[in-house]
């Protein structure tokens, strides 16, 4: 996978951490601040390898243009983050279908809320599309898959996130690069330390830019001197989108794609989920592959930006899934397991840890084996 604007993350960042706002004054000034809130892996931990690692770092720092005051106060209170390397290791073991994925991402819920947060910041979204030529809808759609609509921006501070990965050496000169960048950030005074919080892997604010595509792209749209997408006005945040999306070729009036049938433009056709749906798409489907180099990523922020402007669901479904259960078998499997009292976490037809343990605990209730596997007979023995 090449560099995208956030290659580290994962596909679906709106399902992650809990909002938190920034109120504070610009400037390196400040403490970086725990949140309270934070799992206990996410806070910072004793580790004298990365303190030593972060002492010689410190001595490299001043030649990007780092002061000595922001480099005290930017590490003043941050430390080791033990869950951050825990999630980078895990990121990539559960992969979603398309089905899934778009269940998820098109969700009732998802769909309100995005009509909801386009009808409240309409203005803004409009001068941004005659501004930029991005669809409105499309800067939603990346806001609601991003951040649940800046509901779950994060509050992991992001030089503790940075650092730590920078150190752990997986990936570490490329998170020395967003370190770098996110203490160019506070050199700049658009945030300070304290208000400087995101995802564990170091994106930040309403649409989870990491540090160097802020620096590229970001946007100063309220005219307060501040790029501040960590802001609950998320103003700067849609602006700085429209900008990324636009400088990486999108065409003004140009559909992302949509699927295949009547009414779909011309474009090269495409279907990620065999039996599934079949798509075309455009070049501009490329251009929200920028933010994010997955197809299903792509098909998500189109579909929801269909969705939030009036359209229809898909037409075309889904093949059964390899235990041979649709999703309405697998809706009903959830609603059946929830009214016995097995908790599901959701009755949405996708099969995920929750619904599994789900099953498991049905299963040894009833003297089976817990293999977690749903199926046609299990859905039978629930009546």
Not at 137 to 142: D, F, G, K, L, P
Not at 187 to 208: F, V
Not at 256 to 273: F, L, T
């Amino acid at each position: 996978m090449s560099i995208t604007r956030r290659h580290f993350g994962v596909s679906l960042a709106a399902l992650g951490l809990a909002a938190c706002s920034n109120t504070s004054m610009p400037g390196p000034r400040g403490t970086v601040s725990v949140a309270s809130g934070l799992p206990d892996d996410l806070k910072p931990a004793p580790n004298a390898a990365y303190d030593a690692w972060v002492a010689s770092f410190r001595t490299r720092a001043p030649a990007q243009g780092i002061s000595p005051e922001t480099l005290r106060v930017a590490f003043r209170g941050t430390g080791y983050l033990p869950g951050v390397v825990r999630r980078d290791r895990n990121q990539t073991e559960f992969k979603r279908s398309l089905e899934d994925y778009l269940a998820i991402a098109v969700s009732d819920e998802r769909v309100s809320k995005g009509q909801a947060a386009f009808a409240r910041h309409r203005s803004v979204l409009n001068a941004l599309e005659a501004q930029y030529g991005v669809d409105a809808e499309i800067i939603t759609a990346i806001w609601g898959l991003e951040s649940f609509f800046g509901e779950r921006k994060g509050d992991v501070p992001v030089i503790s996130a940075t650092s730590t990965l920078a150190f752990d050496g997986r990936r570490g000169a490329f998170f020395e690069k967003q370190l770098v960048a996110a203490l160019q950030i506070l050199e700049n005074g658009d945030i300070t330390p304290s208000g400087m919080i995101g995802s564990w892997a170091g994106a930040m604010g309403h649409t989870q830019f990491i540090p160097t595509s802020y620096l590229a792209f970001a946007v100063d749209y309220t005219g307060d001197g501040r790029r501040d997408i960590w802001s609950e006005d998320p103003s700067d945040s849609l602006a700085s989108t429209a900008a990324y999306l636009a400088r990486n070729g999108w065409t003004r009036g140009l559909r992302w794609g949509g699927e295949a049938g009547p009414g779909a433009p011309s474009g090269s056709e495409i279907q990620p989920q065999p039996g599934g749906p079949r798509f075309v798409v455009t070049s501009n489907f490329g251009v929200i592959k920028r933010y994010n180099n997955a197809d299903a990523y792509a098909i998500g922020v189109g579909h929801l930006a269909d969705r939030i402007g009036g359209g229809a669901p898909l037409r075309a479904s889904f093949p059964p899934d390899e235990f041979g259960l649709t999703k309405d078998d697998r809706t009903r499997l959830q609603e059946r397991l929830t009214a016995r009292g097995f908790d599901t976490g959701g009755t949405d037809g996708v099969i995920g840890p929750k619904s599994r343990g789900a099953i498991s605990d049905y299963q040894r209730s009833i003297g089976r084996p817990a293999t977690g596997d749903p199926s046609q007979e299990l859905l039978r023995s629930l009546g």
